[in-house]
C-alpha cells in the first residue's frame, strides 16, 4: 500500500509561479508577474512551515528549547537530525529564505523585483525540504502547467 502526501500550500506556490511566466510584458503585465512571484515565494515558504508542523505532530515530538521562535533553520535541523540526515546546508537556505524575507520584511525602498529563474529555485528548494519530511510528496505542479 503506498502513502502519497500532498499540501495544497506547494501546490498552489507552483500556481502562482505558473501564473507569472504566463504573465504578458506590458507594464501592467510586468505588476502581475512580480505579485504572482511573490506569492508563489511566500507560498512555498509556508508550505515547508506546513510540511515541519505536520511532522512535528505526527512524530509527536516538541520542539527543543534552540527551536522556539520565529527562525527556521533550528527547525529544519532538527528534524533531519530525528530523520538521521545531515542538516542542509545553511548558506544555501539563507539564499532562498533571504528571498522570501525581502518581502515579508520590507526595506521601504522598493519591491524586490524577482525573476522566474530564482523563484523557480525557491519552489524547488522548499519542495526538496518538504520531500525530506515527506518522500511520498506529491506535488502535481505539472498539471496545473498543463491547464494553461
Given at each position: 500500500?503506498?502513502?502519497?502526501t ?27 508577474k ?45 528534524i533531519f ?68
Amino acid at each position: 500500500m503506498s502513502h502519497l502526501t500532498f499540501f495544497t500550500t506547494i501546490e498552489d506556490a507552483y500556481y502562482y509561479y505558473f501564473q507569472a511566466k504566463g504573465a504578458s510584458d506590458t507594464k501592467n503585465g510586468r505588476v502581475i508577474k512580480q505579485r504572482h512571484l511573490r506569492a508563489a515565494v511566500l507560498l512555498g515558504w509556508v508550505g515547508v512551515d506546513d510540511a515541519m508542523a505536520s511532522w512535528m505532530k505526527e512524530a509527536d515530538r516538541v520542539w527543543p528549547h534552540d527551536c522556539k521562535g520565529a527562525r527556521s533553520f533550528p527547525k529544519i535541523r532538527f528534524i533531519f537530525e530525528q530523520l538521521g540526515l545531515p542538516p542542509p546546508d545553511e548558506s544555501e537556505f539563507d539564499i532562498h529564505r533571504g528571498i522570501r524575507n525581502e518581502i515579508t520584511h520590507p526595506s521601504g525602498v522598493s519591491d524586490p523585483p524577482l525573476t522566474l529563474p530564482e523563484v523557480g529555485d525557491t519552489l524547488a528548494y522548499c519542495k526538496r525540504l518538504m520531500k525530506t519530511m515527506y518522500p511520498h510528496l506529491v506535488v502535481r505542479e505539472l498539471c496545473l502547467q498543463a491547464l494553461k
